[in-house]
């Protein structure tokens, strides 16, 4: 899509514009009224759906069996995107509170190691944000 409609390579990260098919739609609960086996589909903006990184291929492929994992996610964008490696977590990290899944969802039990040990957030953001 990118070089046939010549588009910057950013819409990678911020396009609602994807293709699906029959079990995909069923997947993101979107009509398929296509005769074709694929076809083009725009998420409306209120959707959560915009970029690669929030695609469902992506997703699965970076999450445990039968479980979301947004760290291993976290360390694919870092090395596949950003193209750093991933920094070795800090030693004063208690993973116990991380892995008892009766404290909370896994997001907020990362947040909650985050703000204990007080480290910085890595700006993501590098190179993507588009100038007007």
Same mark, same amino acid.
């Given at each position: 899509?990118?070089?046939?409609?010549?588009? /910057? %390579?950013?819409?990678?990260?911020? +396009?609602? @514009?994807?293709?699906?098919?029959? &079990?995909?739609?069923? !997947? %993101?609960?979107?009509?398929?009224? +296509?005769?074709? /086996?694929? =076809?083009? %589909?725009?998420?409306?903006?209120?959707? @959560?759906?915009?970029?690669?990184?929030?695609?469902?291929?992506?997703?699965?492929?970076? =999450?445990?069996? *039968?479980?979301?994992? &947004?760290?291993?996610? *976290?360390?694919? !964008?870092? @090395?596949?995107?950003? *193209?750093?490696?991933?920094?070795?977590?800090?030693?004063? !990290?208690?993973?116990?509170?991380?892995? /008892?899944?009766?404290?909370?969802?896994?997001?907020?039990?990362?947040?909650?190691?985050?703000? @204990?040990?007080?480290?910085? !957030?890595?700006?993501?953001?590098?190179?993507?944000?588009? *100038?007007?």
């Amino acid at each position: 899509m990118l070089v046939h409609k010549r588009r /910057d %390579y950013r819409d990678l990260f911020t +396009s609602n @514009e994807t293709f699906i098919n029959r &079990p995909l739609a069923s !997947v %993101y609960r979107v009509p398929f009224a +296509s005769t074709s /086996d694929w =076809a083009p %589909y725009t998420f409306s903006e209120s959707s @959560e759906r915009s970029g690669i990184l929030t695609q469902i291929s992506f997703l699965s492929l970076f =999450a445990h069996p *039968g479980s979301s994992s &947004p760290t291993k996610r *976290g360390i694919k !964008v870092l @090395e596949i995107f950003i *193209g750093e490696p991933t920094p070795d977590p800090p030693a004063n !990290v208690d993973f116990s509170k991380v892995q /008892d899944s009766s404290k909370g969802t896994i997001r907020g039990r990362l947040l909650d190691i985050r703000f @204990e040990v007080a480290q910085p !957030v890595l700006p993501i953001k590098r190179g993507l944000t588009r *100038g007007k």
